[in-house]
């Protein structure tokens, strides 16, 4: 019942305005960390003349942890920033107050389809990142080690395995309801007029990093327990 009262052009108006605010930084991010996870393959690679499978590996690596976790930071420092000031001032402007006055739920009408736009459009924007940073990777694989693209990429679906796109994927779930909980609370729970909206941002920001490199760690760990019991049910 509780579903079917969100409003779903409110819902769809945040994912919008989530992503289109956050999709050019988020695309450039990408490519820059599909370049930089490149050169850093690279430079260990070449002394064991592997580099045929640079980008398999570059690739692999950027879909598994730094894609998510990257754009999990860029997402924290712009949306979760930005919905923290806008509903703290909500707040302390008694805004939501009236809302509440006019006989509706602030919670239902304010704060669950901004919670619901945050973790949707982390996954269009993860997706767009993680393109560009094969783009990205492909043209610092052709200036930095001499490979082309054809032999970057040959390498990329064989070693970029389902295990691993759905690892991304369940890094980036848990990183947005981690942002979009501490953000809409913060912001939701601020008082003491414009520095304590300016107090709530900064809590924000910090208890989002601190969050998303826990969480980042309790993932991993979680699936590597995981794939170790898949791998002995194998076996």
């Not at 045929?52 to 924290?76: D, Q």
């Not at 996954?123 to 783009?135: D, E, K, R």
Request: charged content about 15%; overall charge positive.
């Amino acid at each position: 019942m509780f579903v079917k009262k969100i409003k779903s052009h409110e819902v769809f108006e945040q994912i919008w305005k989530v992503t289109a605010d956050s999709f050019a930084n988020t695309a450039m991010a990408g490519f820059f960390v599909g370049a930089i996870m490149t050169v850093q393959f690279a430079m260990q690679m070449k002394e064991f003349g592997a580099l045929g499978y640079l980008g398999g590996l570059a690739t692999s690596g950027t879909f598994r942890e730094v894609g998510p976790l990257l754009i999990a930071f860029m997402l924290s420092g712009k949306v979760g920033a930005f919905t923290s000031a806008e509903l703290g001032t909500m707040r302390v402007t008694e805004q939501i107050d009236a809302v509440r006055c006019l006989g509706a739920d602030p919670l239902q009408e304010i704060i669950v389809p901004r919670f619901i736009g945050i973790i949707i459009s982390s996954f269009f924007l993860l997706g767009a990142g993680l393109i560009m940073s094969v783009f990205g990777g492909m043209l610092m694989g052709q200036a930095f080690a001499g490979v082309n693209f054809e032999e970057y990429l040959r390498h990329v679906p064989l070693i970029v395995s389902p295990i691993s796109i759905l690892n991304g994927l369940i890094k980036c779930f848990a990183f947005a309801v981690v942002l979009a909980t501490i953000c809409t609370y913060k912001g939701f729970t601020t008082s003491g007029g414009a520095k304590g909206v300016g107090r709530s941002v900064v809590s924000t920001a910090v208890a989002t990093m601190i969050c998303i490199v826990v969480m980042d760690w309790l993932t991993s760990f979680i699936g590597e327990i995981v794939l170790t019991m898949i791998r002995g049910y194998r076996s």
